[in-house]
Nanobody
């Protein structure tokens, strides 16, 4: 079992920045790929990006590429999502998840990000 708790969301103006955190507990955090997802009102959840076990490899969805950066601190069992140059279309609930056995599981409760124009 893995517990995930996101934090760091809030209200920001377009062009601003936020850093989200996802704290994990319950299993060996450093053994797993971690992913970030978001879900806007009335839309399906979409993949934002992921980071591999040691932080040496990241992958991003096209809408956030070049603006968002995922990092992790395995000593703190935490993964981060640095979001720069935010746009109103980035408004969503952001969640992290652990990739186990080829699929993402153990979702956190999410943190709301609202970008005003």
């Amino acid at each position: 079992q893995v517990q995930l708790v996101e934090s760091g969301g809030g209200l920001v103006q377009a062009g601003g920045s936020l850093r989200l955190s996802c704290a994990a507990s319950g299993r060996t955090f450093s053994s797993y790929i971690m992913g970030w997802f978001r879900q806007a009102p009335g839309k399906e959840r979409e993949f934002v990006g992921r980071i591999n076990e040691n932080g040496g490899s990241t992958l991003y969805a096209d809408p956030v590429k070049g603006r968002f950066t995922i990092s992790r601190d395995n000593a703190k069992n935490t993964v981060y999502l640095q979001m720069n140059s935010l746009k109103p279309e980035d408004t969503a609930v952001y969640s992290c998840a652990v990739k186990i056995g080829g699929s993402y599981r153990y979702w956190g409760q999410g943190t709301q990000v609202t970008v005003s124009s």
